[in-house]
């Protein structure tokens, strides 16, 4: 039942937020406001700010009130930290009506049933009936402290055995099909599971709310979940989360995985923080527990196409629901591992190296996109385009959704440049197949390239030296370019003189008649006219260059920005410098001119 506004409003005017942020992170007078050091990234120089009412951090961008901090900080839920901080406040939390109590004690009910049937199940995994199950747990490398934590069983034969068991404890077949361990049949309630081992499904908080079972032998499906139930919805619930809770808190990383076992074994090796969905694609209720836990959940596929299937589909379901506070990574494993085998096979070790190369969700979104695509046609290449807007457009928050956009397509675009930059030629087939590869241009060689055309537009548009001396000191050139614009610089043409042609003759007369000729063959360019619209067409190509070079600089900024800050989260000044740098960025890409004419030859 929703909470009435006016109680929380209540909740968060008595709960002095200093005083309970001041519980876990040291505090300082900052004018009217509390700063530290954030307790959701570490840092060494304060950035975290406590005010009346909320708290933000500035480094990392961690933003709430009360509510929202306890939870984050403790992996509370919504109503079990309003709980807490009523209880802290004097506070009664308004109770549902007396029908949804009367729903929470048969909820209760059935969790009561439930454990029942666990212990039971538990019980005969150590008798004669379940040695084979047993010996399949030891065999997966499991403890019988790891068996007993997890109150693993086995489920029997069916035939009644457990309704017959239980009854005993005064449980009846009814409440054991309303617990979703038994079923109606024909002649009555029959066991749902048989010849199975037995997995307790527990929520958040840790109540029992189902089982999962794993057949023993040929039988179909593999693995079994229990129904859904007045307490168990399978697209709500997360295997291990209850655990996960409390290994977050403890530092550890949210890692989501595949079956009952990967997480049982991941726990055993320290990764407290893995979680599964039950055997389907994750939903969008799991993903907002996911991201109650962390901001940026390891969702970890095996590197095969069946991996890189679900990995899309996790993808699709996760973007319209992005925000700059809420993101995915993603970790593959090696072909034909999963976790358990790999954790078994290599120890923690090995899977610690999986979560070291996981990367972030917009470069796993491209290449799952790519995966499998021809861009041998320009029909084909368009098609790849359509499909990135297509994904970045599925972004709810729209300036998160420009920025995939403009990621995406930078990749792309990036991808098929050469060695100088140019666009690479589709159709063009190597005639030495094996022939390796040519190195990848640095950042200095580009600069040149540019400094080249740029020399170009000179040799070809005198008339724009006089209006571009002091940005193009700034340009690194070759020492080839930098004599010819030196003696560009130096040339006086008579009134009336002052042409390409007359030009190509005073560097000749200079001994740079070759150099020139070789800049010029090597970039083309259209003529410019004498007029003032050749010139305006020969401003626009240069000023579109220097925004070339100046993006390439705040690029090579911002990913050295981006290094520091990930190599070392207590560096501020990286942390401080990145979100500068990404509004630099922006602005120096949205200040590009339209071409001289374009309007008009749209208009056409």
Not at 166 to 173: E, F
Not at 187 to 200: K, L, T, W
Not at 267 to 292: D, M
Not at 338 to 350: C, F, I, N, Q
Request: charged letters at 30%; hydrophobic letters at 45%.
């Amino acid at each position: 039942m929703p909470l009435p506004e006016s109680f929380l409003e209540e909740l968060r005017a008595r709960t002095p937020l200093a005083a309970l942020v001041g519980r876990r992170v040291r505090l300082e007078r900052a004018g009217r406001e509390w700063k530290g050091c954030c307790p959701f990234h570490n840092e060494k120089t304060p950035s975290f700010y406590v005010y009346d009412d909320h708290f933000h951090c500035f480094g990392c961008g961690a933003h709430g009130d009360a509510i929202s901090y306890v939870m984050q900080t403790e992996g509370a839920s919504f109503p079990e930290a309003v709980e807490r901080l009523a209880g802290e406040a004097g506070l009664e939390v308004p109770r549902p009506a007396p029908a949804a109590a009367e729903a929470e004690r048969a909820r209760l009910a059935l969790t009561e049933v439930l454990e029942a049937a666990a212990a039971s199940f538990a019980r005969r995994l150590h008798t004669p009936e379940g040695r084979a199950a047993l010996a399949y747990l030891l065999g997966r490398g499991l403890t019988e402290e790891t068996i007993a934590s997890w109150s693993l069983g086995w489920s029997g034969e069916g035939r009644g055995a457990l309704a017959l068991e239980l009854a005993g404890r005064g449980i009846t077949p009814a409440q054991l099909v309303a617990a979703g361990v038994m079923k109606e049949g024909e002649r009555g309630a029959v066991d749902f599971f048989f010849n199975r081992v037995m997995f307790p499904i527990r929520d958040g908080r840790g109540r029992m709310v189902s089982f999962g079972g794993r057949v023993l032998g040929e039988g179909q499906p593999k693995y079994l979940n229990g129904p859904e139930t007045e307490i168990f919805a399978k697209r709500r619930t997360l295997f291990g989360l209850d655990r996960a809770r409390a290994g977050v808190r403890e530092g550890g990383t949210v890692i989501v995985v595949e079956g009952y076992l990967d997480v049982i074994s991941l726990h055993g090796a320290g990764f407290t923080g893995a979680v599964a969905p039950l055997g389907t694609a994750l939903t969008e209720e799991q993903l907002a527990a996911l991201w109650r836990l962390a901001p940026r959940p390891v969702l970890c596929f095996d590197a095969d196409a069946a991996g890189g299937r679900a990995c899309l589909r996790a993808i699709e379901r996760a973007l319209p629901l992005l925000a700059p506070e809420r993101s995915l990574e993603i970790a593959l494993l090696p072909a034909g591992e999963d976790p358990d085998s790999l954790v078994r096979a290599r120890g923690r070790e090995g899977f610690e190296a999986v979560l070291a190369a996981r990367r972030p969700l917009a470069e796993a979104l491209y290449d799952q996109l790519r995966a499998g695509q021809s861009e041998d046609s320009p029909e084909a290449r368009a098609g790849f385009l359509a499909r990135i807007e297509q994904a970045a457009g599925c972004i709810a928050d729209r300036a998160l959704s420009r920025e995939y956009l403009r990621t995406l397509r930078d990749r792309y675009f990036a991808s098929r440049r050469g060695p100088r930059g140019r666009v690479a030629d589709p159709w063009r087939r190597s005639a030495a197949p094996a022939a390796a590869a040519r190195p990848r241009p640095d950042a200095a060689e580009t600069e040149r390239e540019r400094g080249r055309v740029l020399t170009a537009l000179l040799l070809a548009c005198p008339a724009l030296a006089a209006e571009v001396e002091e940005e193009l000191a700034r340009v690194r050139l070759s020492a080839a370019c930098e004599r010819l614009c030196a003696a560009i610089r130096e040339w006086e043409p008579a009134p009336g003189m002052a042409g390409s042609a007359m030009l190509l003759a005073h560097l000749q007369a200079r001994g740079l008649g070759s150099e020139a000729e070789q800049i010029r063959t090597m970039v083309a360019l259209p003529p410019f006219g004498p007029d003032s619209a050749g010139l305006a067409e020969a401003r626009w190509r240069w000023r579109d260059i220097m925004n070339q070079i100046e993006r390439a600089a705040l690029a090579v900024q911002l990913g050295e920005a981006q290094r520091r800050a990930a190599d070392n989260p207590d560096d501020a000044g990286a942390w401080t410098r990145l979100p500068r740098l990404r509004e630099e960025m922006l602005r120096a890409e949205q200040e590009d001119e339209p071409e001289p004419g374009a309007e008009a030859r749209r208009k056409r």
